[in-house]
T-cell receptor, first 113, second 112 residues
Framework: EDKVVQSPLSLVVHEGDTVTLNCSYE??????LLWYKQEKKAPTFLFML????IEKKSGRLSSILDKKELFSILNITATQTGDSAIYLC?????????????FGQGTILTVHP | NAGVTQTPKFQVLKTGQSMTLQCAQD?????MYWYRQDPGMGLRLIYY???????DKGEVPNGYNVSRLNKREFSLRLESAAPSQTSVYFC???????????FGEGSRLTVL
């Protein structure tokens, strides 16, 4: 059974801080790892990682995958109150339909002014 | 361009009642999904439809049925609601050959 564990489960920081969110996984025949941000309603896509060691960046957010150690990290630099959200990590296995994701519990990030 | 639209957004049911959650997407995606989200458990896949005319069970299908009405629409039915089905339900869709899901805004269901 595929499994995704995120840590920490919740995190409170102040604006300007840098945060690192962790995601470890067990999956038979790995295809990809995805990060989503969920504010009040729908999760929105951030990154998809398929190759080890390649960093994906979008503004202040970046993510890297370690396929050997089976984990990924999501970094947010110079945090803003708008970064407050639940961050979800998910994995996808080869040999299954695309979009069949196994999600972690999520990390609740709160950024105070 | 609305993306993925779900109705209703909120619903309260009594145990044993039935209801259908509706989902429609206007992105011409082939694949559609129903996930549920519970506190501390992330999102779990209930059912999915890889293409029009096909449906398959996900991780937690018991107590649910689905219908892929056409390429745009994918509905989720609770035949006899139970308190354990109290949850937030998300419909999602994706293009061919990618796991990047586009989610609807969710439907919050409470079963008393």
């Amino acid at each position: 059974e595929d499994k995704v564990v995120q840590s920490p489960l919740s995190l409170v920081v102040h604006e300007g801080d840098t945060v690192t969110l962790n995601c470890s996984y067990e999956v038979t025949n790995f295809r990809s790892l995805l990060w989503y941000k969920q504010e009040k309603k729908a999760p929105t896509f951030l990154f998809m990682l398929t190759s080890s060691g390649i960093e994906k960046k979008s503004g202040r957010l970046s993510s890297i995958l370690d396929k050997k150690e089976l984990f990924s990290i999501l970094n947010i630099t110079a945090t803003q109150t708008g970064d407050s959200a639940i961050y979800l990590c998910a994995v996808e296995a080869k040999g299954t339909s695309y979009g069949k994701l196994t999600f972690g519990q999520g990390t609740i990030l709160t950024v105070h002014p | 361009n609305a993306g993925v639209t779900q109705t209703p957004k909120f619903q309260v049911l009594k145990t044993g009642q039935s209801m259908t959650l509706q989902c429609a997407q206007d992105m011409n995606h082939n694949s559609m999904y129903w996930y549920r989200q519970d506190p501390g458990m992330g999102l779990r896949l209930i059912y999915y439809s890889a293409s029009e005319g096909t449906t398959d069970k996900g991780e937690v299908p018991n107590g649910y049925n689905v219908s892929r009405l056409n390429k745009r629409e994918f509905s989720l039915r609770l035949e006899s609601a139970a308190p354990s089905q109290t949850s937030v339900y998300f419909c999602a869709s994706t293009e061919i050959n990618t796991g990047e899901l586009f989610f609807g805004e969710g439907s919050r269901l409470t079963v008393l």
